[in-house]
């Protein structure tokens, strides 16, 4: 709110650079013209040069002489018109000009922001995210300096690598990350999970691109445990690469049909799959009976409903307004995010998933 | 929210151009003085909006706020605080924030003279610049936002470009930008006096200042550019004829042009149209500078940005202006007046030379920059023209420019007489000849150019300072009274001559580079490298962590002559966060020559790749450029008129020369 104001105020204040000058009073003054002024400066100033000795008595005069000849033919050409200040034109003139200020500046420049901007963080306290995030930043700095003095004397120890390379995935040092899980896999007992998140600093260390040693790390998490849903699922990434939709749609269906429900990775499948443009079978149901847009509406307004009347997690608010969003109906989506936050008002935690999920759909006008 | 709020300061800056373009410009049409007088206030008001949004983006770096993706991508928590400041323009887009800031900045100070300028040229000029202002908030607000957020935030940032940590880089590109937009302001003047379809008489007197300030700065900018380049690049140039350089050195070529015909018009009321170009010429060549720095169409050091959208935007921003402007010149230079005659064989002939010398120099740039882009673009064959292209075609053009120099210094006003010129100038002249003999005789077997180039120097040096001697003393003068006259001289004259010196010590300093020694060896410690009269031993080497590096110096004793000078550090560095690895060059002064050093790789054996070379002389070229600058400002302080008294004509008495 604060900020808020702060903005109107500012905005007040870039209107009245405009309009303070636009409400003065002028005297209908002829403006001296310029030119003749400025050689009677000269012939002036020749007269203080010929007095210092910078110039010859011959040469001031004959510099002088110039400046008089150019001093009368100004004189002679001066036709300039006289300040147009009042009348009912310059009224005219002045109300126009100001309403030019007063519409062009607040809305040029709310459009702007509105559009580059990011409003939606204006709300937040000053500091709110930045204070523990920089006291956690510096901390988390000097444990990533200590591990990395361990690490260096004891380069073999393949557990701390292990447990540094995702700090380095998160501070965005990618390619730190990569060599990390290298010496974690090097010198620890073979395991899938490492073999894939090892796949997965691969991959973003090549900006989403799956390479062959990528590729390769993510069949070995397979080849040890066969259910690995993080390497399946890159590999099923790899195969769209490779031009291999219907390759990519097996694994992920076979992935969707033998994973829990609740599993966290089941809705980042699903949107796969719905990007690959194939039917999304029911988690661990297998042979569900495809699913039209008649009936996933359906589904939203009973989902809707069952929260409406008996209330429900953060998650399941942030699937409707997923789903509304999904659905191309914005203003419920909207509408869902504002029921959800009245609904967890007193669950900060779920607060801040919806708020996640509502900058992830761009519903800009449901903040709070 | 305090970025937030500087970044709605910049959108409400871009409001108030708006305004301060449409307003103002309508109020000359009307000649209506209250619409006329939006101009200054508004023109305050931008550079406030944009000194906020400046000072936030500031913030966020001193307080590491990793939010902001500007942030994130160019700094470090770990960071020394001064990089983390300089930070704030180490990157395309806070570079074009302080582009804008100086823009805005110098609108400001336009606003506030109000008594110097005219209302109607100031108000023109004002909505000029706030058109440039509105184009460049555009781009910057458009696809160079430097308040685009990340949530959630980063939890650190990928640090700053380890070449630009550096206290080059701080001051750098400032002056640089001064220049550049100083420029701008003589390109609004020059668009307004074509707007309005007049030029005052005042309206040199009025766009010198800025012109010589901006040209001052822009040299200042060069030089420090050219330094940092000679230091931490590790290759021992000073210059290298890369297209950044160019594109600085063609707007400086120009600038120097427009200096001069400044003052032709100032003086004496010719040459009105063509300074009137060479002000659209120059702010061009600018903004030319701008595209091809940060659009990424060349690739090097400089080239933070290779993004094709913002090569097309400054393209069309460059397309606008230069078109825009090239355009009214045609249609309304027509109609202004021209201004006085003068003899081919006077001070205006000889600026006009310079003019042309430095126009022509200043194409052979252009010409060498852009035709390897155009061939490229146009057959896809990637050609490279380097030194040797503009060895051939650049110092022809200047080396006669630079030898008539002294000639036109000395020529009268109006009419001048050449032999009575060259005879005032006999003793300097011989004196330079004698000193290019011995010096020859001296280094007998060595490179010819060294010599001859020296020789050209001092003989602008001394014919700087024969300019001075001859106006204060003459033969029978007492020195008392000839240094009361020198020091009574206006300070325009004090200026020139020192600027015109300081070109010559610039020349001293670049001939001197040919007389430079290399030598490259692979050293184990104890070991010694000679390079001509030089010798170092490699002492040790010692492996240092500090916050965001880690680097191996090698300390080096040098010698010269077998008599121990002291001691040179030089770096090989390795910016953790970045992974690249940078040289830091060490260098030990020798009067104004240098020992340069700097290490390579480290071999199998032990032994470490050491480049050592002496370079004589070397400082004098930045300190040249220095004096040039200083000769600028001391010229720059003379708020008086400049007074061109004309040579009177010798068949008719003075009074009655109807010279009009």
């Known amino acids: ?368 | 929210m305090l970025v937030e709020a500087g970044h709605f300061a910049l959108a409400l800056a871009l409001g108030l151009s708006l305004i301060q373009f449409l307003v103002p410009l309508w109020g000359a049409r009307a000649n209506d003085p209250v619409l006329m007088a939006v101009a200054p206030t508004t023109a305050v008001a931008v550079f406030a909006c944009i000194a906020f949004s400046f000072l936030a983006l500031t913030f966020a770096y001193l307080n590491s706020d990793f939010s902001v993706l500007n942030v994130v991508q160019n700094s470090h928590s770990a960071k020394p605080l001064i990089y983390k400041i300089s930070g704030v323009w180490g990157n395309h887009e806070g570079s074009m924030l302080l582009w804008v800031l100086i823009l805005a900045l110098f609108g400001a100070v336009v606003a506030i003279s109000r008594n110097s300028i005219p209302m109607r040229l100031q108000a023109n000029t004002l909505a000029v610049q706030a058109a440039v202002t509105i184009a460049f908030l555009l781009f910057i607000l458009t696809t160079s936002n430097p308040f685009t957020r990340v949530v959630p935030a980063a939890l650190e940032g990928q640090d700053l470009n380890p070449l630009l940590q550096d206290p080059g880089l701080a001051i750098h590109p400032p002056l640089l930008y001064i220049g550049y937009v100083g420029f701008s302001i003589s390109f609004a003047f020059a668009c307004a006096a074509l707007i309005d379809g007049r030029i005052d008489a005042v309206w040199a007197r009025i766009v010198r200042p800025w012109t010589l300030g901006a040209w001052a700065f822009l040299t200042l900018g060069i030089a420090m550019g050219s330094y940092w380049a000679y230091y931490e690049l590790g290759w021992g140039g000073w210059w290298f004829w890369d297209p950044v350089e160019n594109a600085s050195l063609m707007p400086w070529l120009a600038g120097t042009a427009l200096v001069h015909s400044t003052v032709v018009m100032e003086k004496r009321d010719a040459l009105k149209v063509w300074t009137i170009l060479l002000a659209i010429l120059t702010f061009s060549l600018s903004l030319l500078g701008t595209f091809l720095v940060r659009s990424g169409v060349l690739t090097s050091v400089h080239s933070f940005a290779v993004d094709p959208e913002r090569g097309t935007f400054i393209l069309g921003i460059l397309i606008l202006f230069v078109g825009g402007s090239l355009a009214l010149f045609a249609w309304r230079a027509p109609m202004l007046k021209q201004g006085g005659l003068f003899a081919p064989v006077s001070r205006e002939g000889a600026l006009v030379v310079n003019n042309l010398f430095l126009a022509t120099a200043c194409a052979t740039v252009f010409i060498g920059t852009l035709y390897p882009l155009a061939l490229e673009v146009l057959t896809g064959e990637k050609i490279s023209v380097g030194a040797p292209f503009f060895n051939f075609t650049f110092l022809p053009l200047i080396v006669p420019l630079l030898l008539l120099l002294p000639l036109g210094q000395t020529l009268a006003w109006k009419r001048g007489n050449f032999l009575g010129t060259a005879q005032r100038l006999y003793a300097v002249f011989g004196i330079s000849l004698l000193a290019t003999m011995v010096m020859f005789a001296f280094t007998y077997g060595g490179p010819v150019a060294a010599p001859l180039g020296i020789g050209l120097g001092l003989y602008l040096v001394l014919g700087s300072l024969n300019e001075i001697v001859s106006r204060a003393w003459s033969k029978g003068t007492p020195l008392a009274v000839a240094w009361r006259k020198a020091r009574g001289l206006p300070r325009s004259a004090w200026g020139t001559a020192i600027a015109h010196a300081g070109v010559g010590l610039t020349v001293i300093g670049i001939a001197a580079t040919a007389w430079g020694i290399e030598a490259i060896g692979s050293l184990k410690v104890g070991e010694r490298l000679k390079g001509g009269d030089y010798e170092v031993r490699l002492e040790r080497v010692i492996p240092r962590v500090e916050a965001n590096y880690r680097e191996e110096a090698a300390v080096l004793t040098v010698f010269g002559n077998g008599r121990e000078l002291g001691t040179l550090e030089t770096m090989k560095r390795l910016y953790v966060t970045r992974g690249m690895p940078t040289t830091e060059a060490g260098i030990l002064t020798i009067g104004l020559g240098q020992v340069y050093a700097s290490i390579g790789d480290a071999q199998p054996d032990g032994s470490i790749g050491v480049r050592l070379y002496h370079k004589p002389l070397v400082l004098l070229i930045w300190i040249g450029s220095l004096v040039m600058a200083i000769g600028g400002g001391i010229s720059l302080t003379d708020r008086r008129l400049r007074i061109g008294a004309p040579a009177p004509a010798k068949t008719m008495p003075p009074n009655a020369v109807p010279a009009e």
């Open chain 1, 1 to 368: 709110m604060v900020i808020w104001i702060i903005l109107l105020a500012m905005t007040a204040a870039a209107v009245m650079a405009v309009l303070w000058p636009l409400s003065r009073h002028y005297a209908v003054a002829r403006q001296a013209d310029p030119d003749t002024q400025f050689y009677r400066e000269q012939i002036a100033e020749i007269e203080r040069d010929l007095a210092r000795g910078v110039l010859l008595a011959n040469e001031a005069e004959a510099a002088k002489a110039e400046a008089g000849r150019r001093l009368l033919r100004a004189t002679g050409l001066q036709a300039e018109e006289a300040f147009a200040a009042v009348g009912e034109p310059a009224l005219r003139r002045r109300r126009a000009a100001s309403t030019l200020a007063l519409s062009i500046i607040p809305l040029l420049a709310l459009a702007t922001y509105e559009i580059y901007g990011s409003p939606q963080l204006l709300s937040e306290p000053p500091g709110a995210r930045m204070q523990p995030q920089q006291a956690g930043g510096s901390n988390l700095l000097g444990a990533v300096v200590e591990i990395e003095a361990h690490l260096a004397k004891n380069p073999q120890d393949g557990r701390g690598w292990e447990v540094i390379a995702p700090v380095y995935l998160r501070m965005g040092r990618i390619e730190d990350a990569v060599k990390a899980y290298e010496s974690a896999i090097r010198y620890q007992a073979p395991d899938a999970v490492r073999f894939a998140n090892y796949g997965e600093a691969l991959v973003l260390a090549k900006d989403g691109l799956i390479s062959a040693e990528a590729q390769t790390a993510f069949e070995q998490a397979v080849k040890l445990d066969p259910s690995a849903p993080k390497a399946q699922f890159y590999l099923a990434r790899a195969a769209v690469q490779d031009g291999q939709t219907d390759k990519a749609k097996t694994i992920l269906q076979d992935l969707l049909a033998s994973s829990p429900a609740d599993a966290p990775w089941v809705d980042a499948v699903r949107q796969e799959l719905a990007a690959l443009g194939a039917p999304q079978p029911e988690a661990a149901t297998a042979g569900a009976p495809q699913i039209g847009p008649e009936a996933i509406a359906g589904m939203v307004a009973g989902l809707a409903s069952r929260l409406e009347a008996q209330g429900g997690s953060a998650e399941e608010w942030a699937r409707l307004m997923r789903s509304y969003a999904v659905l191309g109906q914005r203003d419920k989506a909207s509408d869902a995010a504002k029921r959800a936050r009245e609904a967890l008002a007193q669950d900060a935690q779920g607060l801040k998933t919806i708020d996640t999920m509502a900058q992830e759909l761009k519903l800009t006008d449901a903040q709070p």
